[in-house]
């Protein structure tokens, strides 16, 4: 059996926790005025906006990828819409199909891996954007290194990011990334399984899948 490390904060029985990020607030209040529907692109990013003021909740939300959909709902706030598509361009000419009558108010990470307020406003929609929460990378000593052979569950760009820059990547290492987006992140020499859904629980199971069919 390989080793399987999840580079989420999340915890998974199964796989060891070597989390690669950390979340810290970078607004004091929300701006929502103005705005008649929120769209969340993370789980963190409606935490964030709860820890800062919840009356967000009183504006219905889209909710990209089944996570942030469960976080919102659990925080009693309206999921309207759930796009299929998850990644860039794609995800964008949902939203203009959908909401080009909207306000929307994008809350979001300080870096995002794709910029939707320029693409959105080439058709005419104007996406009112706030940097509410950013991510750092947590410091590791090279004791911490995953063992040879081992399974690295990359779960966002910023989780690649972050484990290349406190550790060097062994050819032994096979990697698993949440979706299509995080993987362009990925250096060129690494390759890497895609999850069948943009899941935490998607990649662990293609990770055992993967250990099963090496061992």
């Not at 959909?69 to 964008?92: D, M, R």
């Not at 009558?101 to 996406?127: A, C, Q």
């Given at each position: ?11 998974y ?22 705005c ?21 909740k ?13 976080q919102?709902?659990?925080l009693?706030?309206e ?50 954007e ?8 947590k ?25 290349l ?31 069948s859904?943009?899941t ?16």
């Amino acid at each position: 059996m390989r080793s399987i490390y999840l580079t989420s904060p999340r915890q998974y029985k199964g796989t060891y926790s070597l989390s690669m990020i950390e979340f810290s607030l970078c607004a004091k209040s929300l701006e929502l005025d103005g705005c008649d529907t929120i769209m969340f692109t993370s789980k963190q990013a409606v935490i964030s906006a709860e820890a800062i003021d919840s009356s967000w909740k009183k504006l219905p939300c889209v909710a990209i990828g089944p996570a942030t959909k469960k976080q919102i709902e659990s925080l009693g706030a309206e999921v309207i819409y759930q796009p299929k598509e998850y990644y860039g361009s794609n995800l964008a000419k949902d939203i203009v199909d959908r909401f080009k009558n909207r306000k929307l108010l994008y809350l979001r990470p300080k870096e995002v891996s794709f910029d939707s307020k320029s693409y959105l406003s080439k058709f005419g929609i104007s996406l009112k954007e706030q940097i509410i929460y950013e991510t750092r990378c947590k410091t590791y000593q090279d004791r911490d290194r995953p063992l040879d052979g081992s399974i690295i569950i990359f779960t966002s760009p910023s989780t690649i990011h972050c484990f290349l820059k406190n550790f060097s990547w062994d050819m032994s290492y096979k990697a698993v990334v949440i979706g299509r987006a995080t993987l362009k992140h990925l250096p060129a020499n690494i390759q890497a399984e895609v999850s069948s859904k943009p899941t935490i629980d998607a990649c662990v199971v293609k990770a055992f899948e993967i250990s099963k069919n090496l061992d």
